[in-house]
Protein backbone atom coordinates (compact mmCIF):
# COMPACT_ATOMS: atom_id res chain seq x y z
CA UNK A 1 0.00 0.00 0.00
CA UNK A 2 2.57 2.27 0.81
CA UNK A 3 4.25 3.45 -2.11
CA UNK A 4 8.03 4.48 -1.87
CA UNK A 5 8.31 8.55 -2.15
CA UNK A 6 9.52 9.36 -5.92
CA UNK A 7 12.80 10.36 -6.33
CA UNK A 8 12.82 14.04 -5.94
CA UNK A 9 10.47 14.20 -3.14
CA UNK A 10 13.03 12.69 -1.30
CA UNK A 11 15.49 14.88 -2.74
CA UNK A 12 13.84 17.71 -1.38
CA UNK A 13 13.24 16.12 2.06
CA UNK A 14 16.97 15.19 1.89
CA UNK A 15 17.91 18.78 1.09
CA UNK A 16 15.77 20.31 3.62
CA UNK A 17 16.83 18.61 6.56
CA UNK A 18 20.30 18.86 5.50
CA UNK A 19 20.28 22.80 5.51
CA UNK A 20 18.05 22.85 8.73
CA UNK A 21 20.88 20.55 10.68
CA UNK A 22 23.44 22.66 9.26
CA UNK A 23 21.91 26.26 10.33
CA UNK A 24 20.97 24.53 13.39
CA UNK A 25 23.92 24.00 14.17
CA UNK A 26 25.97 27.18 12.80
CA UNK A 27 23.60 28.75 15.64
CA UNK A 28 24.49 26.51 18.31
CA UNK A 29 28.32 26.16 17.33
CA UNK A 30 28.19 30.37 17.09
CA UNK A 31 26.75 30.71 20.81
CA UNK A 32 29.58 28.09 22.48
CA UNK A 33 32.20 29.62 20.54
CA UNK A 34 31.37 33.31 21.31
CA UNK A 35 31.01 32.27 25.21
CA UNK A 36 34.01 29.72 25.19
CA UNK A 37 36.18 31.93 23.45
CA UNK A 38 35.83 35.10 25.34
CA UNK A 39 35.60 33.78 29.04
CA UNK A 40 39.11 31.89 27.46
CA UNK A 41 40.75 34.83 26.55
CA UNK A 42 38.96 36.97 29.30
CA UNK A 43 38.78 35.17 32.38
CA UNK A 44 42.65 34.27 33.34
CA UNK A 45 43.61 38.68 32.98
CA UNK A 46 41.05 39.09 35.99
CA UNK A 47 42.94 39.94 38.95
CA UNK A 48 41.63 41.55 42.33
CA UNK A 49 44.07 44.78 41.19
CA UNK A 50 42.17 44.56 38.23
CA UNK A 51 38.86 44.54 39.86
CA UNK A 52 39.31 46.90 42.67
CA UNK A 53 42.18 49.41 41.79
CA UNK A 54 41.75 52.53 38.87
CA UNK A 55 43.55 53.24 36.47
CA UNK A 56 46.68 55.06 37.39
CA UNK A 57 49.51 56.28 34.75
CA UNK A 58 52.68 56.31 37.54
CA UNK A 59 51.60 52.88 38.63
CA UNK A 60 51.45 51.65 35.08
CA UNK A 61 48.29 49.65 36.01
CA UNK A 62 44.95 49.55 34.45
CA UNK A 63 41.62 49.07 37.16
CA UNK A 64 38.10 49.14 36.49
CA UNK A 65 36.74 49.28 39.78
CA UNK A 66 35.52 53.29 38.53
CA UNK A 67 33.85 51.50 35.27
CA UNK A 68 32.49 49.14 37.81
CA UNK A 69 30.81 51.87 39.99
CA UNK A 70 30.00 53.59 36.89
CA UNK A 71 28.14 50.79 35.71
CA UNK A 72 26.20 50.72 39.33
CA UNK A 73 25.06 54.13 39.24
CA UNK A 74 23.81 54.48 36.19
CA UNK A 75 21.75 51.00 36.50
CA UNK A 76 20.68 52.86 39.52
CA UNK A 77 19.68 55.76 37.98
CA UNK A 78 17.96 54.86 34.87
CA UNK A 79 15.68 52.41 36.75
CA UNK A 80 14.82 55.17 39.22
CA UNK A 81 13.41 57.11 36.65
CA UNK A 82 12.10 54.69 34.29
CA UNK A 83 10.35 52.31 36.20
CA UNK A 84 7.74 54.98 37.35
CA UNK A 85 7.23 56.54 34.02
CA UNK A 86 7.13 52.87 32.33
CA UNK A 87 4.58 51.57 35.13
CA UNK A 88 2.17 54.43 35.04
CA UNK A 89 2.18 54.25 31.30
CA UNK A 90 1.25 51.04 31.11
CA UNK A 91 -1.45 51.51 34.31
CA UNK A 92 -2.89 54.48 32.20
CA UNK A 93 -3.35 52.32 29.07
CA UNK A 94 -5.19 49.50 30.76
CA UNK A 95 -6.80 51.08 33.47
CA UNK A 96 -7.96 54.90 32.59
CA UNK A 97 -7.20 55.21 28.58
CA UNK A 98 -11.14 54.46 26.99
CA UNK A 99 -10.24 56.61 23.36
CA UNK A 100 -8.70 53.66 21.50
CA UNK A 101 -7.29 56.24 18.96
CA UNK A 102 -5.10 57.56 22.37
CA UNK A 103 -4.25 54.21 22.53
CA UNK A 104 -3.32 53.50 19.91
CA UNK A 105 -1.10 56.48 19.29
CA UNK A 106 0.54 55.81 22.42
CA UNK A 107 1.46 51.95 21.25
CA UNK A 108 2.94 53.28 17.91
CA UNK A 109 5.00 55.58 19.62
CA UNK A 110 6.42 53.07 21.72
CA UNK A 111 6.82 50.67 18.71
CA UNK A 112 8.57 54.00 17.42
CA UNK A 113 11.21 54.30 20.78
CA UNK A 114 12.08 50.56 20.50
CA UNK A 115 12.81 50.54 16.97
CA UNK A 116 15.10 53.82 16.93
CA UNK A 117 19.21 52.91 16.97
CA UNK A 118 21.19 53.81 20.23
CA UNK A 119 23.34 55.60 18.04
CA UNK A 120 20.55 57.89 17.64
CA UNK A 121 19.85 58.10 21.17
CA UNK A 122 23.19 58.89 21.86
CA UNK A 123 23.03 61.54 19.11
CA UNK A 124 19.62 63.12 20.38
CA UNK A 125 20.69 62.99 24.09
CA UNK A 126 24.11 64.43 23.75
CA UNK A 127 22.37 67.67 21.82
CA UNK A 128 19.44 67.53 24.58
CA UNK A 129 20.54 66.28 27.60
CA UNK A 130 24.27 67.89 27.73
CA UNK A 131 24.02 70.45 25.49
CA UNK A 132 20.48 72.05 25.92
CA UNK A 133 19.52 70.85 29.55
CA UNK A 134 23.48 71.92 30.31
CA UNK A 135 24.22 68.43 32.55
CA UNK A 136 27.20 68.25 30.16
CA UNK A 137 28.85 64.81 29.61
CA UNK A 138 27.97 63.19 33.13
CA UNK A 139 26.35 59.89 34.12
CA UNK A 140 22.79 61.48 34.69
CA UNK A 141 22.86 62.59 30.76
CA UNK A 142 23.52 58.97 30.10
CA UNK A 143 21.21 58.24 32.32
CA UNK A 144 17.95 59.81 31.41
CA UNK A 145 19.70 58.62 27.60
CA UNK A 146 18.68 55.40 28.83
CA UNK A 147 15.42 56.23 30.13
CA UNK A 148 14.12 56.94 26.64
CA UNK A 149 15.85 53.83 25.42
CA UNK A 150 13.99 51.76 27.71
CA UNK A 151 10.97 52.99 28.87
CA UNK A 152 9.20 50.91 25.86
CA UNK A 153 10.23 47.60 27.07
CA UNK A 154 9.05 48.37 30.83
CA UNK A 155 6.00 49.91 29.70
CA UNK A 156 5.68 46.69 27.59
CA UNK A 157 6.66 44.09 30.47
CA UNK A 158 4.01 45.96 32.58
CA UNK A 159 1.55 46.05 30.55
CA UNK A 160 1.62 42.57 29.65
CA UNK A 161 1.25 41.04 33.42
CA UNK A 162 -1.98 43.62 34.17
CA UNK A 163 -3.32 42.02 31.48
CA UNK A 164 -3.28 38.69 32.99
CA UNK A 165 -4.59 40.40 36.04
CA UNK A 166 -8.25 38.81 36.10
CA UNK A 167 -11.38 41.50 35.68
CA UNK A 168 -13.11 39.77 38.08
CA UNK A 169 -10.50 41.16 41.14
CA UNK A 170 -10.97 44.96 39.57
CA UNK A 171 -15.39 44.36 40.02
CA UNK A 172 -14.92 42.88 43.17
CA UNK A 173 -12.99 45.87 44.68
CA UNK A 174 -15.47 48.24 42.94
CA UNK A 175 -17.82 46.57 43.92
CA UNK A 176 -16.91 47.10 47.40
CA UNK A 177 -16.35 50.82 47.23
CA UNK A 178 -13.45 51.19 46.89
CA UNK A 179 -12.10 53.94 43.92
CA UNK A 180 -9.91 53.62 41.20
CA UNK A 181 -7.14 54.66 42.76
CA UNK A 182 -7.99 52.52 45.73
CA UNK A 183 -8.29 49.87 43.30
CA UNK A 184 -5.30 49.98 41.49
CA UNK A 185 -2.99 50.52 44.68
CA UNK A 186 -3.98 47.49 46.25
CA UNK A 187 -5.38 45.21 43.58
CA UNK A 188 -3.92 46.17 40.48
CA UNK A 189 -0.25 46.99 41.45
CA UNK A 190 0.58 43.92 43.68
CA UNK A 191 -0.62 41.81 40.50
CA UNK A 192 1.91 43.16 38.04
CA UNK A 193 4.47 43.17 39.89
CA UNK A 194 6.23 39.82 37.97
CA UNK A 195 6.08 42.50 34.70
CA UNK A 196 7.84 44.82 36.59
CA UNK A 197 10.32 42.51 37.67
CA UNK A 198 11.17 41.57 34.37
CA UNK A 199 10.94 45.03 32.87
CA UNK A 200 13.73 45.64 35.43
CA UNK A 201 16.10 42.73 34.77
CA UNK A 202 15.45 43.44 30.79
CA UNK A 203 16.37 46.85 31.46
CA UNK A 204 19.35 45.76 33.50
CA UNK A 205 20.40 43.74 30.71
CA UNK A 206 20.10 46.55 28.21
CA UNK A 207 22.31 49.03 30.02
CA UNK A 208 25.08 46.68 30.65
CA UNK A 209 25.30 46.35 27.32
CA UNK A 210 24.78 49.90 26.20
CA UNK A 211 27.75 51.84 24.48
CA UNK A 212 26.33 53.79 21.47
CA UNK A 213 23.99 55.93 23.58
CA UNK A 214 26.99 56.25 26.45
CA UNK A 215 29.89 57.10 24.39
CA UNK A 216 28.99 61.30 23.95
CA UNK A 217 26.27 61.07 27.09
CA UNK A 218 28.10 59.89 29.97
CA UNK A 219 31.55 59.96 28.46
CA UNK A 220 34.52 57.71 28.91
CA UNK A 221 36.34 59.24 32.23
CA UNK A 222 37.81 56.48 34.50
CA UNK A 223 37.43 58.26 38.14
CA UNK A 224 36.18 57.22 41.35
CA UNK A 225 33.27 58.91 42.79
CA UNK A 226 30.44 58.71 45.09
CA UNK A 227 27.08 58.39 44.03
CA UNK A 228 25.65 61.99 43.84
CA UNK A 229 29.10 63.24 42.93
CA UNK A 230 29.16 60.66 40.09
CA UNK A 231 25.80 61.28 38.54
CA UNK A 232 27.35 64.66 37.94
CA UNK A 233 30.38 63.70 36.06
CA UNK A 234 31.42 61.89 33.14
CA UNK A 235 32.34 58.17 33.73
CA UNK A 236 32.53 55.17 31.60
CA UNK A 237 30.23 51.86 32.22
CA UNK A 238 32.07 48.63 31.56
CA UNK A 239 30.68 48.54 27.93
CA UNK A 240 31.89 51.83 27.01
CA UNK A 241 35.49 51.18 28.85
CA UNK A 242 36.19 47.67 27.09
CA UNK A 243 35.14 50.01 23.53
CA UNK A 244 38.18 52.52 24.67
CA UNK A 245 40.58 50.01 25.58
CA UNK A 246 40.22 47.61 22.65
CA UNK A 247 39.75 50.44 19.91
CA UNK A 248 41.53 53.52 21.43
CA UNK A 249 44.09 51.96 24.05
CA UNK A 250 45.11 48.73 22.47
CA UNK A 251 44.61 47.08 25.68
CA UNK A 252 43.09 44.22 24.65
CA UNK A 253 43.74 42.09 27.44
CA UNK A 254 41.97 44.24 30.20
CA UNK A 255 39.25 44.64 26.90
CA UNK A 256 38.79 40.72 26.97
CA UNK A 257 39.12 40.81 30.87
CA UNK A 258 35.54 43.30 30.64
CA UNK A 259 34.18 41.48 27.86
CA UNK A 260 34.03 38.27 29.94
CA UNK A 261 32.49 40.17 32.58
CA UNK A 262 30.13 41.57 30.84
CA UNK A 263 29.43 37.59 29.33
CA UNK A 264 28.86 36.38 32.66
CA UNK A 265 26.61 39.14 33.51
CA UNK A 266 24.68 38.57 30.18
CA UNK A 267 24.14 34.84 31.38
CA UNK A 268 23.26 35.82 34.67
CA UNK A 269 20.54 38.45 33.43
CA UNK A 270 19.23 36.21 30.63
CA UNK A 271 18.89 33.13 33.78
CA UNK A 272 17.09 35.56 36.42
CA UNK A 273 14.66 36.77 33.69
CA UNK A 274 13.52 33.05 32.96
CA UNK A 275 13.50 32.22 36.85
CA UNK A 276 10.93 34.94 37.47
CA UNK A 277 8.84 33.81 34.39
CA UNK A 278 8.82 30.55 35.70
CA UNK A 279 8.61 31.41 39.36
CA UNK A 280 5.25 33.54 38.47
CA UNK A 281 3.69 31.46 36.05
CA UNK A 282 3.69 28.35 38.62
CA UNK A 283 2.30 30.67 40.95
CA UNK A 284 -0.65 32.05 38.88
CA UNK A 285 -1.58 28.24 38.04
CA UNK A 286 -1.90 27.89 41.90
CA UNK B 1 -18.84 67.36 50.28
CA UNK B 2 -16.50 64.58 51.13
CA UNK B 3 -17.48 62.69 47.85
CA UNK B 4 -16.44 65.90 45.48
CA UNK B 5 -13.62 65.65 47.14
CA UNK B 6 -12.88 62.43 46.54
CA UNK B 7 -14.03 62.85 43.00
CA UNK B 8 -11.70 65.59 42.28
CA UNK B 9 -8.59 63.08 43.97
CA UNK B 10 -9.85 60.85 41.46
CA UNK B 11 -9.77 63.44 38.84
CA UNK B 12 -5.87 64.49 39.40
CA UNK B 13 -5.00 60.80 39.20
CA UNK B 14 -6.35 59.97 36.04
CA UNK B 15 -4.75 63.17 34.74
CA UNK B 16 -1.46 62.38 36.28
CA UNK B 17 -1.32 58.98 34.89
CA UNK B 18 -2.56 60.59 31.33
CA UNK B 19 0.68 62.67 31.44
CA UNK B 20 2.39 59.60 31.92
CA UNK B 21 1.15 57.81 29.27
CA UNK B 22 1.93 60.97 27.08
CA UNK B 23 5.32 61.20 27.73
CA UNK B 24 6.00 58.13 24.90
CA UNK B 25 4.46 60.55 22.67
CA UNK B 26 6.10 63.14 23.48
CA UNK B 27 9.61 61.75 23.51
CA UNK B 28 8.97 60.58 19.67
CA UNK B 29 7.86 63.95 18.55
CA UNK B 30 10.33 66.10 20.37
CA UNK B 31 13.14 63.14 18.86
CA UNK B 32 11.68 63.80 15.76
CA UNK B 33 11.82 67.48 15.67
CA UNK B 34 15.31 67.77 17.07
CA UNK B 35 16.83 65.67 14.35
CA UNK B 36 14.71 67.47 11.63
CA UNK B 37 15.38 70.86 12.88
CA UNK B 38 18.82 70.22 13.59
CA UNK B 39 19.58 68.47 10.23
CA UNK B 40 18.25 70.92 7.74
CA UNK B 41 20.83 73.45 7.75
CA UNK B 42 23.43 71.12 6.84
CA UNK B 43 21.46 70.05 3.72
CA UNK B 44 20.50 73.33 2.58
CA UNK B 45 24.21 74.34 3.34
CA UNK B 46 25.60 71.70 1.29
CA UNK B 47 22.78 71.23 -1.43
CA UNK B 48 20.01 68.24 -1.31
CA UNK B 49 21.83 66.80 -4.04
CA UNK B 50 25.58 67.08 -3.37
CA UNK B 51 24.83 65.73 0.23
CA UNK B 52 22.80 62.54 -0.97
CA UNK B 53 24.79 61.66 -4.27
CA UNK B 54 27.88 63.41 -3.29
CA UNK B 55 30.50 60.90 -3.54
CA UNK B 56 33.51 62.32 -1.78
CA UNK B 57 33.77 62.72 1.78
CA UNK B 58 36.44 65.25 3.06
CA UNK B 59 35.58 66.79 5.63
CA UNK B 60 38.41 67.70 7.25
CA UNK B 61 40.14 69.41 4.03
CA UNK B 62 41.26 72.81 2.74
CA UNK B 63 38.40 72.42 0.74
CA UNK B 64 35.93 70.28 1.84
CA UNK B 65 33.11 67.70 0.33
CA UNK B 66 30.17 66.69 2.06
CA UNK B 67 28.68 63.71 0.18
CA UNK B 68 27.67 60.72 2.04
CA UNK B 69 26.70 58.74 -0.64
CA UNK B 70 29.49 56.39 -0.10
CA UNK B 71 27.76 56.00 3.48
CA UNK B 72 24.29 54.84 1.85
CA UNK B 73 25.61 52.19 -0.03
CA UNK B 74 28.03 51.06 2.71
CA UNK B 75 24.75 50.69 5.07
CA UNK B 76 23.03 49.20 2.28
CA UNK B 77 25.49 46.84 0.81
CA UNK B 78 26.34 45.99 4.95
CA UNK B 79 22.84 44.82 5.60
CA UNK B 80 22.37 43.03 2.56
CA UNK B 81 25.44 40.62 2.75
CA UNK B 82 24.31 40.60 6.70
CA UNK B 83 20.82 39.34 5.25
CA UNK B 84 22.30 36.86 2.55
CA UNK B 85 24.17 35.17 5.31
CA UNK B 86 22.16 35.46 8.46
CA UNK B 87 18.38 34.64 7.20
CA UNK B 88 18.95 31.42 5.49
CA UNK B 89 20.66 30.36 8.55
CA UNK B 90 18.41 32.16 10.90
CA UNK B 91 14.93 30.99 8.67
CA UNK B 92 16.35 27.49 8.81
CA UNK B 93 17.64 27.25 13.00
CA UNK B 94 13.66 28.83 13.35
CA UNK B 95 11.97 26.02 11.34
CA UNK B 96 13.81 22.87 12.87
CA UNK B 97 13.74 24.26 16.54
CA UNK B 98 9.79 25.19 15.88
CA UNK B 99 8.83 21.71 14.43
CA UNK B 100 11.44 18.97 14.82
CA UNK B 101 13.86 19.66 17.61
CA UNK B 102 12.94 17.71 21.12
CA UNK B 103 11.35 19.97 23.80
CA UNK B 104 15.08 19.64 25.70
CA UNK B 105 17.23 20.80 22.57
CA UNK B 106 14.27 23.67 22.02
CA UNK B 107 15.51 24.97 25.62
CA UNK B 108 18.79 24.64 25.38
CA UNK B 109 19.36 26.05 22.17
CA UNK B 110 16.52 28.82 22.76
CA UNK B 111 18.53 30.29 25.97
CA UNK B 112 21.68 30.06 23.36
CA UNK B 113 19.56 32.08 20.60
CA UNK B 114 18.63 34.32 23.92
CA UNK B 115 22.18 34.56 25.31
CA UNK B 116 23.61 35.55 21.58
CA UNK B 117 20.89 38.12 21.46
CA UNK B 118 21.85 39.65 24.85
CA UNK B 119 25.89 39.42 24.20
CA UNK B 120 26.44 43.34 24.07
CA UNK B 121 27.65 44.36 20.17
CA UNK B 122 30.96 46.03 21.78
CA UNK B 123 31.82 42.20 22.21
CA UNK B 124 30.94 41.34 18.62
CA UNK B 125 33.11 43.79 17.37
CA UNK B 126 36.25 42.86 19.68
CA UNK B 127 35.92 38.87 18.76
CA UNK B 128 35.72 40.20 14.92
CA UNK B 129 38.50 42.59 15.67
CA UNK B 130 40.66 39.57 17.38
CA UNK B 131 39.41 36.72 15.31
CA UNK B 132 37.46 37.89 11.69
CA UNK B 133 39.58 40.48 10.51
CA UNK B 134 42.99 38.74 10.96
CA UNK B 135 41.63 35.39 9.26
CA UNK B 136 40.15 37.44 6.48
CA UNK B 137 43.26 39.06 5.92
CA UNK B 138 45.35 35.95 5.49
CA UNK B 139 42.32 34.21 3.84
CA UNK B 140 42.03 36.59 1.30
CA UNK B 141 45.97 38.09 1.39
CA UNK B 142 45.34 41.72 2.21
CA UNK B 143 47.02 44.23 3.98
CA UNK B 144 44.46 44.71 6.43
CA UNK B 145 41.07 42.70 7.48
CA UNK B 146 39.23 45.46 8.33
CA UNK B 147 36.38 45.51 5.67
CA UNK B 148 33.13 45.37 4.44
CA UNK B 149 32.95 42.30 4.38
CA UNK B 150 34.09 41.76 8.08
CA UNK B 151 31.56 44.28 8.64
CA UNK B 152 28.84 41.77 7.26
CA UNK B 153 29.69 38.84 8.98
CA UNK B 154 29.60 40.11 12.60
CA UNK B 155 26.25 42.44 11.31
CA UNK B 156 24.56 38.54 10.13
CA UNK B 157 25.80 37.23 13.66
CA UNK B 158 24.22 40.02 15.55
CA UNK B 159 20.71 39.91 13.64
CA UNK B 160 20.48 36.08 14.18
CA UNK B 161 18.76 35.93 17.50
CA UNK B 162 16.32 38.16 16.24
CA UNK B 163 15.38 36.39 13.12
CA UNK B 164 15.34 32.97 14.63
CA UNK B 165 13.09 34.10 17.51
CA UNK B 166 10.35 36.47 15.22
CA UNK B 167 10.14 33.41 13.02
CA UNK B 168 9.91 31.03 16.08
CA UNK B 169 6.91 32.79 17.66
CA UNK B 170 5.06 33.32 13.58
CA UNK B 171 6.15 29.10 13.06
CA UNK B 172 4.60 28.25 16.34
CA UNK B 173 1.17 30.21 15.67
CA UNK B 174 0.28 28.22 12.69
CA UNK B 175 -2.85 26.07 13.50
CA UNK B 176 -2.22 22.40 13.98
CA UNK B 177 -5.27 22.19 11.78
CA UNK B 178 -2.98 23.05 8.33
CA UNK B 179 -0.19 20.66 8.94
CA UNK B 180 -2.95 17.40 10.26
CA UNK B 181 -4.70 18.27 7.03
CA UNK B 182 -1.54 18.43 4.93
CA UNK B 183 -0.41 14.99 6.91
CA UNK B 184 -3.16 13.59 6.16
CA UNK B 185 -2.90 13.65 2.17
CA UNK B 186 0.36 11.99 2.46
CA UNK B 187 3.01 14.85 2.46
CA UNK B 188 5.95 13.98 4.55
CA UNK B 189 6.17 15.96 7.38
CA UNK B 190 9.26 18.03 5.98
CA UNK B 191 7.11 18.66 2.77
CA UNK B 192 4.11 20.13 5.34
CA UNK B 193 6.44 22.27 7.61
CA UNK B 194 7.70 23.93 4.36
CA UNK B 195 4.70 24.00 2.07
CA UNK B 196 2.00 24.25 4.41
CA UNK B 197 3.11 25.75 7.81
CA UNK B 198 5.90 28.08 6.10
CA UNK B 199 3.99 30.27 3.87
CA UNK B 200 0.85 30.02 6.24
CA UNK B 201 3.84 32.19 8.47
CA UNK B 202 5.28 34.66 5.68
CA UNK B 203 4.17 37.53 7.29
CA UNK B 204 6.10 36.97 10.80
CA UNK B 205 9.00 35.33 9.11
CA UNK B 206 9.23 38.23 6.91
CA UNK B 207 8.64 40.89 9.86
CA UNK B 208 11.76 39.09 11.30
CA UNK B 209 13.87 40.18 8.49
CA UNK B 210 12.70 43.63 8.60
CA UNK B 211 13.40 43.31 11.93
CA UNK B 212 17.05 42.37 10.97
CA UNK B 213 17.05 45.07 8.39
CA UNK B 214 16.71 47.36 11.35
CA UNK B 215 19.22 46.01 14.05
CA UNK B 216 22.22 45.88 11.24
CA UNK B 217 21.45 49.45 9.73
CA UNK B 218 21.40 50.72 13.43
CA UNK B 219 24.31 48.90 14.47
CA UNK B 220 27.30 50.87 15.58
CA UNK B 221 29.75 50.10 17.70
CA UNK B 222 30.23 46.23 16.26
CA UNK B 223 30.48 47.49 12.88
CA UNK B 224 33.41 50.74 13.65
CA UNK B 225 35.59 48.25 15.49
CA UNK B 226 35.53 45.84 12.30
CA UNK B 227 35.44 48.15 8.82
CA UNK B 228 38.29 50.22 9.25
CA UNK B 229 36.42 53.04 9.23
CA UNK B 230 37.37 55.18 5.74
CA UNK B 231 34.61 57.06 3.64
CA UNK B 232 35.56 54.72 0.78
CA UNK B 233 32.66 54.38 -2.09
CA UNK B 234 32.03 49.93 -1.08
CA UNK B 235 33.81 47.26 -1.71
CA UNK B 236 34.00 44.24 -0.09
CA UNK B 237 37.66 44.21 0.68
CA UNK B 238 38.51 47.79 1.55
CA UNK B 239 37.68 49.89 4.72
CA UNK B 240 34.38 51.32 4.70
CA UNK B 241 32.74 53.56 6.73
CA UNK B 242 28.43 53.06 7.49
CA UNK B 243 25.96 55.97 8.40
CA UNK B 244 26.16 55.35 12.04
CA UNK B 245 29.42 55.39 12.49
CA UNK B 246 29.90 58.65 10.23
CA UNK B 247 27.73 59.93 13.19
CA UNK B 248 29.90 58.68 15.94
CA UNK B 249 32.95 58.92 14.57
CA UNK B 250 33.70 62.40 13.65
CA UNK B 251 31.17 63.53 16.89
CA UNK B 252 34.52 63.93 19.18
CA UNK B 253 36.03 66.69 17.30
CA UNK B 254 33.95 68.48 15.36
CA UNK B 255 33.38 72.04 16.21
CA UNK B 256 29.88 73.24 16.98
CA UNK B 257 28.02 75.23 14.29
CA UNK B 258 30.89 74.23 11.46
CA UNK B 259 29.55 72.90 8.33
CA UNK B 260 31.27 69.55 9.39
CA UNK B 261 29.11 69.35 12.52
CA UNK B 262 25.62 70.34 10.90
CA UNK B 263 26.37 67.47 7.83
CA UNK B 264 26.85 65.14 10.95
CA UNK B 265 23.55 66.29 11.93
CA UNK B 266 22.13 65.99 8.74
CA UNK B 267 23.71 62.19 8.28
CA UNK B 268 21.64 61.23 11.80
CA UNK B 269 18.71 62.65 10.14
CA UNK B 270 19.15 60.38 6.69
CA UNK B 271 20.05 57.54 9.20
CA UNK B 272 16.36 58.36 10.81
CA UNK B 273 14.62 58.13 8.11
CA UNK B 274 16.01 55.14 7.39
CA UNK B 275 14.53 53.72 10.27
CA UNK B 276 11.08 55.20 9.60
CA UNK B 277 10.61 53.64 6.89
CA UNK B 278 11.68 50.12 8.10
CA UNK B 279 9.87 50.41 11.12
CA UNK B 280 6.76 51.32 8.93
CA UNK B 281 7.61 48.23 7.39
CA UNK B 282 7.65 46.34 10.27
CA UNK B 283 4.03 46.93 11.62
CA UNK B 284 2.95 46.49 8.61
CA UNK B 285 4.26 42.29 8.67
CA UNK B 286 3.26 42.68 12.19
CA UNK B 287 -0.02 43.38 11.75
CA UNK B 288 -0.94 41.46 8.58
CA UNK B 289 0.94 38.17 11.33
CA UNK B 290 -1.49 39.36 13.84
CA UNK B 291 -4.33 39.30 11.26
CA UNK B 292 -3.15 35.62 9.80
Redesign the interface.
Known amino acids: MDKP?SKR?RA??AL??A??????L???A???F??A??LA?GLPSITWELLSTKPSYLEDRIGILPDILNTIYIVIATLAVVL??GV??A???T???RNKR?VA??E??????S??????Y???G???FCTYFGLGTSIMAGALTLV?MN??TV?RTTQESLKTVPQSYREGAFGLGA???RVIRTVVLPGCVDGIITGCILSV?RI?????AL??TAGFAHVLHGFFEGLGSAGATL?VA??VY??EDGE?QV??AI?SI??LL??L??LSA?LVAKYYKKRRNI | MKQKSKQIFEKVIHGFFLILGLITVGLVLLITVYLVVSGIPGIVNIGFFDFIFGKQWASTAAEPSFGILPFILTSIYGTAGALVVGVPVGFFTAVYLAKFAKSRTKELVGAAVSLLAGIPSVVYGLVGMMVLVPGIRKVFGLPDGASLLAAMIVLAVMILPSIIKVSLTALEAVPREYEDASLALGATPVETCFRVSVPAAKSGIAAAVVLGVGRAIGEAMAVIMVSGNAPNMPSLFQSVRFLTTAVSSEMSYATTGSLQSQALFSIALVLFFFILLINAALNYFLKRSREG
Do not use: D, H, Q
Open positions: LRYIMRLMTLSFITALAVMVYVKPLGAIYLEYAVMIYAAETLGIPSIIGFVMLFILPMGRWGLGESALYTMYAKFAFALMTVVNT
